[in-house]
């Protein structure tokens, strides 16, 4: 109701200027909605293709190191070749987008392939301390520790006398049991007649999970050493 004197209220129309403003507001409102939805589609190829480049990439990786030791007549050999292609294709594929880690993957790779294993382990190494989520972390000290028994199988098998315990050191780090690897490693390290680049191996492959190995060996073969004098 109307009170007495009051004029009922009218609602003043809108200005041509103003109506233009607002439909001209909602125009560009459509229009930023429409760019969204087509960079986010856009985005959303790119990730696929991203996704789809490294998982080949991975898979190519991994397969030619499978093969790279599928000629050879050592069995264990061959095994760890097998599990550590499909271990670099895993990780290759959990990387995509993370360029830095995935070329230090590429990188480790093909010094793996061409038989340069000092390089190869280190490589593999440097992955471990690349930026990476808890799951690729998992991933890439997996991948270490069967690059790291590929190596030592591969330059190692034939020390003479030492066959069960380069097994036995293979079989501990394949596993990441770094622990279970001491011993042998340490009478490898003090018993066996080694070059330079053996002994340069050895240091990069345990080195960073078994630090001051090498001092415990050699105390060790001080211990030895002293026993044998007292039993002459």
């Known amino acids: 109701m109307t009170g007495c004197g009051d004029s009922p209220k ?5 200005k041509p200027e103003e109506a233009a403003a607002a439909s001209a507001a909602d125009e560009l409102k459509k229009a930023a909605a429409e760019v969204t939805k087509s960079v986010t589609a856009e985005a959303r190829e ?14 190519a990786a991994g397969s030619q190191i499978a093969a790279s030791v599928q000629s050879s007549s050592d069995s264990l050999l061959k095994d760890i070749g097998s599990d550590l292609g499909n271990r670099v294709t895993k990780l290759g594929q959990s990387l995509a987008g993370n360029e830095p880690a995935k070329e230090q993957l590429t990188s480790a790779t093909q010094s793996l392939l061409g038989n340069k294993d000092a390089e190869a382990v280190s490589g593999f190494g440097k992955v471990t301390e690349s930026k990476l989520t808890p799951e690729q972390s998992a991933l890439a000290k997996d991948t270490y520790n069967a690059a790291a028994a590929l190596v030592t199988q591969r330059n190692f098998s034939s020390l003479e006398g030492m066959n069960s315990d380069v097994t036995r050191l293979v079989n501990s780090v394949w596993k990441g049991n770094y622990t279970e690897a001491m011993p ?3 009478k490898i390290w003090t018993q066996a007649k080694l070059t330079d680049s053996q002994k340069n191996l050895l240091g990069t492959t345990f080195d960073r999970y078994a630090p001051g190995w090498r001092d415990n060996a050699a105390k060790l073969q001080q211990g030895v050493d002293a026993l044998k004098g007292i039993s002459k």
């Open 10 to 14: 009218t609602q003043t129309p809108a």
């Open 46 to 59: 790119q990730s696929k293709a991203v996704q789809k480049e490294a998982t080949a990439a991975s898979e």
């Open 184 to 186: 042998p490693l340490q």
